[in-house]
């Protein structure tokens, strides 16, 4: 099998992006959507909460103390 088979095989294998995500970016490129809509969204996806949390925490954004 050729390494593009080999992919198109695995496709449904790998994870799909929510489509919660895709509202978000959609809401995120409105220039009259709400940010508290937006935060409502995000509230509503306890993963997505998590994982943005996880990154505002990191010492990439200056939430971590060393």
Known sequence: MDP??????QADQRPTLP???FRI???L???KS???HIAEMIALDPVMTGHLLRM????SFGGASA
């Open 4 to 9: 593009l088979q080999e992919l198109l095989a």
């Open 34 to 36: 709400d940010l508290s």
């Open 56 to 59: 505002a925490n990191s010492a």
């Open 19 to 21: 489509d919660m995500l």
């Open 25 to 27: 970016e959609a809401e």
């Open 29 to 31: 490129n409105n220039p």
